[in-house]
Every structure is written in structure tokens, then in C-alpha cells.
């Protein structure tokens, strides 16, 4: 029981976490604009474009992997196969 409200403790705060780095910043991006992205990104302006695929996307992808990737190897190590 102690695990699963952990993960789901920790699952909620990633999940906040993203949407705080997509909509925040220099220029912000409306939910609107996002979904507008995600579903239909030619009837939106370039600029939003860059920002959302070029700039942010690849920023939370790159702070979740430096997280992800040491968290596993040492879970890795703890279990005994490293």
C-alpha cells in the first residue's frame, strides 16, 4: 500500500511538473494552443510551433531522462543485477 501512494504521489508531481514546463515561460502557450499542437499544428502560428517542438518539448524530455536514467541504474544496482 506504502508503494502504490508513493508512485501515485510521485506520478501526480511529474504530471504537474510537465505542465508547469509547457505552459509557463517567456511566451506562453494556452491549453487551446497546445492541444492545437498536439492535434492540428498547421492552423497554428510558427512561433508556437518552434516553442512547443523545439524548444520545450525537447527540455522536458532531456530533465526527465537525467532524472529517469540514475533512478533506474540504482534501482538496478539494488535488486542485485548490477
Known amino acids: 500500500m506504502r508503494?502504490?501512494?508513493?508512485?501515485?504521489?510521485?506520478?501526480?508531481?511529474a504530471l504537474?511538473?510537465?505542465?508547469?514546463?509547457?505552459?509557463s515561460g517567456a511566451y506562453p502557450l494556452s491549453?487551446?494552443?497546445?492541444i492545437g499542437l498536439l492535434f492540428s499544428p498547421d492552423s497554428l502560428l510558427p512561433q508556437d510551433q518552434i516553442v512547443f517542438w523545439q524548444i520545450r518539448l525537447p527540455r522536458i524530455v532531456a530533465a526527465f531522462t537525467a532524472v529517469v536514467d540514475p533512478v533506474t541504474g540504482?534501482?538496478?544496482w539494488w535488486l542485485g543485477f548490477g
Open 3 to 13: 508503494t502504490a501512494t508513493l508512485f501515485t504521489l510521485l506520478s501526480t508531481l
Open 16 to 23: 504537474l511538473c510537465i505542465a508547469l514546463a509547457i505552459f
Open 31 to 34: 491549453l487551446h494552443q497546445v
Open 74 to 76: 540504482i534501482c538496478w
